[in-house]
């Protein structure tokens, strides 16, 4: 007996939430940056955070050479290695594997494709940043291989801190949830 097709939708759904997911990242990070500015020296240059609830969620610019959580600073190249072959891996699972006949997990993994995405264009520099003078093993002008975060929650009260984040982040995050949902859920 024949495999059944993946259904044509399947491909729209993946790609309208993966490469709206990236867009609406790179965008936010571009406006985001373009507004406050981003400390590409040592001693700053950056506007301060803005606090939509103060002391709560704001927005605040940082770059991150590392990972999650900034575990592995420095390790761009690893990163961006590992971050192709998490979007060539998704694509082959829901493609290839044939997993996009479940509609729960195309839209999952379209979300952790967008995310995947959003921060590969920063790792690879296309966001055409470039350091200035004084920062710690950057020379002037050379190319800034960072992921850009924006987005801060903190509790001051609790003295709770979240690392700033972006939305290419929130993708990866909520397909994770998903993926996690995905997994537990019965099937008949």
């Known amino acids: 007996m024949a495999e059944r097709a993946v259904p044509v939708s399947r491909y729209l759904v993946f790609f309208a939430i ?16 373009q507004r406050l500015g981003v400390a590409l020296t040592e001693e700053g240059s950056k506007a ?4 939509l609830i103060e002391g709560v969620f704001g927005f605040e610019t940082n770059l991150n050479e590392g990972a999650l959580f900034g575990i592995g600073q420095g390790q761009v190249i690893v990163f961006a ?27 999952a993994l379209g979300f952790v494709f967008a995310g995947i995405l959003g921060n590969l264009y920063d790792r690879l520099g296309l966001h055409g940043l470039t350091w200035g003078p004084g920062v710690r093993g950057h020379e002037v002008g050379d190319r800034v291989y960072a992921v850009r975060d924006w987005l801060h929650f903190k509790i001051d009260a609790i003295g709770f801190d979240w690392p700033i984040f972006n939305l290419a982040d929130s993708c990866l995050v909520c397909g994770a ?11 008949d």
């Open 177 to 187: 949830i998903l993926l996690i949902w995905h997994a537990f859920r019965c099937h």
């Open 18 to 33: 993966g490469l709206i997911g990236f867009a609406l990242d790179i965008w936010s990070k571009s406006w985001i940056f």
């Open 48 to 51: 301060p955070p803005i606090w």
């Open 81 to 107: 290695a590992l971050s192709c072959v998490a979007a060539v891996g998704v694509v082959c699972w829901l493609f290839v594997a044939r997993a996009a006949h479940d509609l729960h997990l195309t839209v």
